[in-house]
């Protein structure tokens, strides 16, 4: 079952539709079937994932800043909320449509922190361990990309990503980094996760990992 994963993998995206199938089946834990999940697909890169919550999260803004910063849940939820609503299209071809997220904009969090002279781009790590992306810093901070605290009107669960997860809406989902721990603005893109398996760094849905799904809206 890994060694199956591991070549959809490194295959890139035109045989990950294939090890959907089987994966979604995987006794691992590596991957599977949420249930009661309204259409989304459980995903992660690694076998485990550690809890956080209230009492122990926090997410570190540091890199290219003034003003490096960690916030914990509780600061992340005082400060002011934007609910987006879009279709989620992943990369293997399934939809939700109509998904309410809502959080804090990542373009207030980097107005925050100062970005510094020589920065192009930011870059996530997750507390997995494991997974990790990017975007520019010009798609970093339009309107709708999220540090997300609720998904579907809920507090985003540990099996989607919580407590805090990003949100790039107008992209692919693999680009909505789960489990989000830290925020590093850099001087250029590093590739992220998947991109390092040959995934597109810049996912505009319709336009990216040569798919042509309707644009999410």
């Known amino acids: 079952m890994l060694g199956l994963g591991v070549a959809g993998v490194a295959a890139g995206p035109s045989l990950q539709r294939a090890v959907e199938a089987v994966t979604s089946r ?43 910063a960690s916030y914990r849940l509780a600061d992340l939820l005082a400060m002011e909320q934007t609910r987006i609503v879009h279709d989620v299209q992943c990369v293997t071809g399934w939809r939700v449509p109509g998904t309410p997220f809502e959080g804090v904009r990542l373009s207030r969090l980097l107005e925050l922190a100062g970005v510094r002279d020589g920065a192009t781009a930011v870059r996530f790590t997750c ?37 805090v997860r990003l949100y790039v809406a107008p992209m692919y989902f693999y680009k909505s980094a789960k489990w989000l721990s830290g925020i590093t603005v850099t001087p250029t893109v590093r590739p992220g996760y998947w991109e390092n398996y040959g995934y597109d760094v810049d996912a505009w849905v319709g336009r990216s990992n040569g798919r042509d799904d309707a644009p999410t809206g």
């Open 26 to 68: 995987d006794p691992t834990g590596l991957s599977g079937v949420l249930p009661g999940g309204g259409g989304f697909r459980y995903y992660s890169v690694v076998s485990s994932v550690p809890n956080r919550d209230a009492s122990d999260y926090a997410l570190t803004v540091d890199g290219l800043v003034e003003r490096p």
């Open 127 to 163: 507390f997995d361990g494991e997974y990790s992306e990017s975007l520019t810093l010009d798609q970093a901070r339009r309107d709708d990309v999220l540090v997300a605290v609720k998904m579907q009107d809920r507090p985003v669960t540990h099996a989607h990503g919580g407590p």
